[in-house]
């Protein structure tokens, strides 16, 4: 059983950065597949990024290619999305998500979900 705790959100303007931690406590987070989600409203979750156990894939929605960026460090246990320029499309709650795979975009092949973190954009 692994348990995440995603981090790091919160009330911004519109252009603003910020950077969402998604922490385990298992050690074997380091060899798990990692993918963060949003789900705004009325919506439904979509994926944002993911990355593989070793760091070394990553994958992007088009939506966010070129101001988000995950990375991981394994030694912390710990998964990031920097996530910058935000925009009020970007308005959700960011859920991290891990699967003892490769890196996936599809949220159904991932095994084990945080609480979620709400970032909210405003204009």
């Known amino acids: 059983q692994v348990q995440l705790v995603e981090s790091g959100g919160g009330l911004v303007q519109a252009g603003d950065s910020l950077r969402l931690s998604c922490a385990a406590s298992q050690r074997t987070f380091s060899t798990y597949a990692v993918g963060w989600f949003r789900q705004a409203p009325g919506k439904e979750r979509d994926f944002v990024a993911s990355i593989n156990w070793l760091g070394d894939i990553t994958y992007y929605a088009d939506s966010v290619k070129g101001r988000f960026t995950i990375s991981r460090d394994n030694a912390e246990n710990t998964v990031y999305l920097q996530v910058n320029s935000l925009r009020s499309e970007d308005t959700a709650v960011y859920y991290c998500?891990?699967?003892?795979?490769?890196?996936?975009?599809?949220?159904?092949?991932?095994?084990?979900w945080g609480q979620g973190t709400q970032v909210t954009v405003s204009t």
């Open positions: 998500a891990a699967r003892n795979g490769v890196a996936s975009k599809k949220d159904l092949q991932y095994n084990y």
